[in-house]
């Protein structure tokens, strides 16, 4: 079947015995619709005719020809439009995305399997770039082992990801005791679990944590996978689980110099699947909440049961972060802290930065493509 509309045709697919596709969307992305070496798209749809229709259609067994007003011609593999047809308003195959994967939910006891990674080793060999990222995108954290003792090492294990992305606290932030401190993180105090600057309107995706020294006394350091959390406060407390998906909190970080501000969710879910994907919280920097006092009544309960939820032994884990490990987490997904530690006991010193998620996941599709998946039986 191979029908011409107004405004587009219909043709038969191995997928769907009629498939619609408008007559704009197939010039624009004629295969020679892209440059071949930026790959970038070069033609231009906005200087078309208005009422654009081929002049000539056909089609064999594996793909459509059309010929347009201006005589160029354009040839469709069948097997390409099917990802793209989208049949009862289901989502079209499209590009596919591997970087799309189903996060493994862990508890408090995931210390001795969280994923572990020599730096050496992922200096020198991109596969285990691509088996770090599958990590960090499953279970949301991993552990870098024998980090040198430099900033230059934890800067050079970050761009094997991405870029280092600036915050507030500039290209990297040093977690150590202060005189006079602008952040919590600067004391010897306990840190309630967070996420890191969730009152940046865009909050870091991915953060990395070198521990450079830590013989104080105390100070461990403790991680939630927050998604787990949050999928059982889901199925417990549905209507909860609703208002913090829907309602978007103020946070603010105030120093002499700074004011930032901004409103998030506090449970997040995938845009694309619908699963939870994160959260935004963080007691000590939320701000003032603004929200009408009359639904006060209904945030509370909500807010505090989820908190509550978050601190359950259930969930936490902790360890105690030694010199010479990085730990790497989603900032979005892994809720963090510490207990206090005896101020003057020991050197304590990490030092952090961020890279985007975006970044991860597209290191991950270009390093998959190049290193699939190894098994015990498959040479590197």
């Known amino acids: 079947m191979l029908q011409l509309h107004d405004n587009g045709l219909t043709l038969s697919l191995p997928n769907a015995d009629a498939a619609y596709f408008n007559y704009y969307w197939l010039r624009d ?13 070069s033609f231009d749809i906005l200087a078309e005719a ?5 002049l000539e259609i056909s089609d064999d067994a594996d793909h459509l020809y059309l010929t347009w007003p ?8 069948k097997d390409w439009l099917s990802q793209w047809h989208t049949p009862n308003n289901d989502n079209a195959i499209g590009h596919g995305d591997i970087a799309i994967r189903a996060r493994r939910s862990w508890y408090a006891d995931h210390y001795e399997q969280i994923a572990r990674f020599s730096f050496d080793d992922l200096i020198t060999r991109p596969i285990k770039v691509a088996d770090w990222i599958e990590a960090l995108l499953d279970e949301g954290i991993a552990l870098i082992t024998d980090m040198p003792d430099s900033d230059e090492g934890l800067q050079q294990a970050c761009e094997l990801i991405g870029t280092v992305r600036p915050s507030f606290s500039g290209y990297a932030f040093n977690v150590r005791t202060e005189v006079k401190p602008v952040n919590l993180a600067y004391t010897a105090r306990a840190l309630e679990l967070h996420t890191d600057l969730p009152p940046e309107e865009l909050a870091p995706g991915v953060q990395f944590l070198h521990c450079r020294a830590n013989d104080a006394k105390g100070g461990q350091s403790l991680f939630v996978d927050a998604t787990s959390v949050a999928n059982e406060f889901r199925e417990h407390y549905p209507d909860y689980f609703q208002l913090l998906t829907d309602t978007k909190v103020p946070f603010r970080y105030t120093t002499d110099t700074q004011d930032v501000r901004a409103r998030q969710r506090i449970i997040e879910l995938d845009p694309v699947n619908g699963e939870v994907s994160g959260i935004s919280f963080s007691q000590h920097l939320s701000d003032i909440f603004d ?5 006060m009544d209904e945030f509370y309960p909500a807010f505090r049961k989820f908190g509550q939820m978050l601190q359950d032994p ?6 105690r972060l030694n010199a010479g490990e990085c730990i ?3 900032n979005h997904r892994i809720a963090h802290g510490r207990s206090s530690f005896i101020e003057g006991s020991g050197a304590r010193y990490l030092r952090g ?3 985007d998620r975006g970044e991860m996941r597209s290191t991950y599709r ?5 290193y699939p998946t190894v098994t015990d039986t498959q040479e590197e």
């Open 366 to 370: 270009a390093l998959r493509k190049e």
């Open 314 to 319: 259930k969930y936490l884990m902790r360890f």
């Open 29 to 41: 992305n004629c295969p020679s619709s892209w440059d071949t070496d930026t790959q970038e798209r």
């Open 291 to 295: 929200m009408p006092q009359t639904f």
């Open 328 to 330: 790497v987490f989603d």
């Open 50 to 54: 208005d009422h654009l229709k081929p």
């Open 353 to 355: 930065c961020y890279i």
């Open 70 to 77: 201006s005589g160029h011609q354009s040839t469709y593999r």
